[in-house]
């Protein structure tokens, strides 16, 4: 993983979990401590805002949808959603 970061220069963390003291904010911080000096842009992470739901109705709300880590990756490329491919 750090040498594809290293590469890009650029990481997206995404996961069905909370943000916070969550294993994505493990990942972001092991890139942000070995990797700090070559980053373009700090690491982002597309995560749930909520506690895990118990109701399936919910859980649509809870899960980072496609169109959210579409629209983080081309923030993160310093592209608008609006960009053309």
Known sequence: MLTSVAKTRRAL???EAVGRAGFGAEL???IHEELFNELIEPV???TANT???FAKKLES???PSADTVVA???KL???HSRDPD
């Open 13 to 15: 963390v995404v996961h």
């Open 44 to 46: 982002r992470r597309v």
């Open 77 to 79: 490329c310093g592209r």
């Open 72 to 74: 983080a990756a081309r």
């Open 61 to 63: 709300a809870f899960v």
């Open 28 to 30: 972001s911080s092991l």
């Open 51 to 53: 506690p895990v739901p």
